[in-house]
C-alpha cells in the first residue's frame, strides 16, 4: 500500500483517489495526514503488531489502526477501545478468520463496558444501535476500515456475505449500566466483541412479568433459517434487554443467570420443525442432537445458560433485541489500555 498520495484539496477528491484505490467503505474520509496519525497514537510505537488480520493475514500495526481511525473521523481518545476491540477478534475464540469470510451477514458488535466509554461518548440509551452518535458511529467504522484494509476482506472478495448487512458499516454500542438492574457484561473499562448479525427487534408492550416478556425474547431467538444451533458447541445468543423490559424482570426476582437459563430452556424448535430445511443435515450438527429420533424432543439453541450474554442497552420504550452469532464464533473481551 502506498505510504503517501497527493490529491487535490478537497472532500471530492479525496474520496475518489480513496475509492479508486479500495480504501474507503464508500463514504466521505478524513485525511489521514502524518500529523493526524501520529495525534491518534499519542506516543505509541506505531511499528507494534497486534497481530496478522485474516483472510491475508497482514500485520495490525498501531499505525494502521491508526490510519484508519482517522479515516474514520474518530477522535484520538477512542483508540484505546479500537486497539483492544481488534486486540479481542484476533483472539484464536473469535475466529476472526470466519467472521471475514462467511456467507453469512455477520459483523463483529463491539460492546463497551465502564466508566471510560462514557467520558468518551459511546452511547447506551435511545437509539443506541443507530445514527447520532460520534463515538458509536467512528469507531464502528474504523473497526470496518480496518478488516477491510488491513484484513483484506473486501464484499465479493474474501468476504463472501451473500448479501451483508448495515452492520457491516459500524457497530458499536455501550451497555446502559446505569438503567441496569444486574452487574454488567464486564466489570471495569472493556471491550467485549460479539459476532453477531443485527438486532432482531422483540416487542412485547403488554407482558407484566418475567416469564412474559422472555418467552416472547425466546420465541424471537428461534427461526429455522437461523444460524444459531445449528454448530452448537460454539453457538451463542446475546439478549439486549430495553431498560423497561430489564426492570419488569427483575422486579419479579429474576438474576442475571436466571435469564439465561429461562432462555436456554425455551429458545428451542422441535426436531421435526428443524427437520423440515434450514441447516439441519449440515455436518457439524453434534453427534447427539442427530441420534435424536422424536421429532418433538424440543432442540437447544445454544450448548448452556452461559452460552446466553444478557446486557442491557437503549431507551424508553417495551422493546428488547435479539441478536444471533454466527455459530463457529465466540465472544471475546478485553480490558482498554492506557489512554
Not at 452511547?123 to 469507531?139: E, K, L, M, V, Y
Not at 471491550?191 to 416487542?203: I, L, R, S
Request: proline share 9%; net charge negative.
Amino acid at each position: 500500500m502506498e505510504r503517501e498520495i497527493e490529491v487535490d484539496d478537497t472532500p471530492e477528491a479525496l474520496l475518489a483517489a480513496f475509492a479508486q484505490r479500495q480504501w474507503s467503505d464508500g463514504l466521505p474520509l478524513v485525511p489521514p495526514t502524518e500529523d493526524r496519525v501520529r495525534v491518534m497514537l499519542g506516543g505509541r510505537d506505531g511499528e507494534h503488531s497486534l497481530a496478522a488480520m485474516p483472510p491475508l493475514w497482514r500485520q495490525a500495526t498501531l499505525e494502521k489502526l491508526a490510519v484508519n481511525a482517522v479515516m474514520a473521523g474518530c477522535e484520538p481518545a477512542c483508540f484505546p477501545v479500537l486497539v483492544a476491540a481488534v486486540e479481542a477478534m484476533l483472539d484464536p475464540a473469535f475466529n476472526l478468520y470466519g467472521v471475514q469470510a462467511t456467507t453469512h451477514p455477520v459483523a463483529p458488535l463491539l460492546i463497551v463496558n465502564g466508566p471510560y466509554g462514557r467520558r468518551i461518548g459511546v452511547h447506551a440509551g435511545s437509539g443506541c444501535f443507530g445514527p447520532g452518535f460520534r463515538a458509536n458511529a467512528t469507531i464502528g467504522r474504523a473497526i470496518r476500515l480496518i478488516l477491510m484494509n488491513v484484513g483484506g476482506a473486501w464484499p465479493g472478495r474474501y468476504d463472501m456475505a451473500t448479501h451483508g448487512s448495515p452492520a457491516k458499516f459500524s457497530y458499536c454500542i455501550a451497555e446502559n449500566e446505569e438503567a441496569s438492574p444486574w452487574e454488567p457484561l464486564q466489570e471495569g473499562d472493556a471491550v467485549t466483541v460479539y459476532g453477531g448479525e443485527p438486532p432482531h427487534n422483540v416487542n412485547d408492550h403488554v407482558s407484566t412479568s418475567a416469564s412474559g416478556i422472555l418467552t416472547t425474547v425466546a420465541d424471537t431467538a428461534v427461526s429455522l433459517g437461523s444460524n444459531v444451533g445449528w454448530y452448537l458447541t460454539q453457538s451463542q445468543l446475546l439478549i439486549v434487554l430495553g431498560p423497561e423490559h430489564a426492570r419488569t424482570i427483575a422486579d419479579d426476582g429474576f438474576t442475571r443467570a436466571d435469564v439465561q437459563r429461562f432462555i436456554f430452556e425455551h429458545a428451542r424448535l422441535p426436531l421435526g420443525t428443524l427437520k423440515l430445511g434450514g441447516m439441519w443435515g449440515m455436518q457439524d450438527w453434534p453427534r447427539w442432537m442427530t441420534a435424536v429420533t422424536d421429532p418433538a424432543a424440543l432442540m437447544p439453541q445454544v450448548p448452556s445458560p452461559d452460552d446466553v450474554l444478557v446486557i442491557v442497552a437503549g431507551g424508553a420504550g417495551k422493546h428488547s433485541a435479539v441478536v444471533p452469532n454466527c455459530t463457529f464464533s465466540r465472544a471475546v473481551s478485553r480490558p482498554l489500555g492506557p489512554a
